[in-house]
């Protein structure tokens, strides 16, 4: 059985603030996690020994985008993901 993914926390994004023709005009920046405790968001912290990734997930009164950020601990060497 797979590891669930825990300690799911919303992601702040913001427009890139500088025009690329490699970049669609629409992409975002990570600014950092939501945190009752703090007024600007958060750095993300990547820790090792964890897999982590990034889920999107539409308000359901508003259908604004938003995004978690989740982890789990990461499957050992030759143990099975399923």
């Avoid at 825990?6 to 970049?23: C, K, L, N, W, Y």
């Amino acid at each position: 059985m797979a590891r669930p993914y825990g300690d799911p926390v919303e992601i702040v994004t913001a427009p890139i603030p500088a025009q690329s023709p490699f970049i669609p005009a629409d992409s975002k920046i990570v600014v950092g996690a939501v945190a009752p405790a703090s007024p600007d968001p958060i750095p993300l912290v990547l820790l090792p020994g964890f897999e982590y990734r990034l889920r999107e997930w539409r308000h359901p009164d508003t259908h604004e985008v938003h995004w978690l950020f989740e982890r789990r601990k990461a499957t050992q060497q030759g143990e099975a993901d399923d």
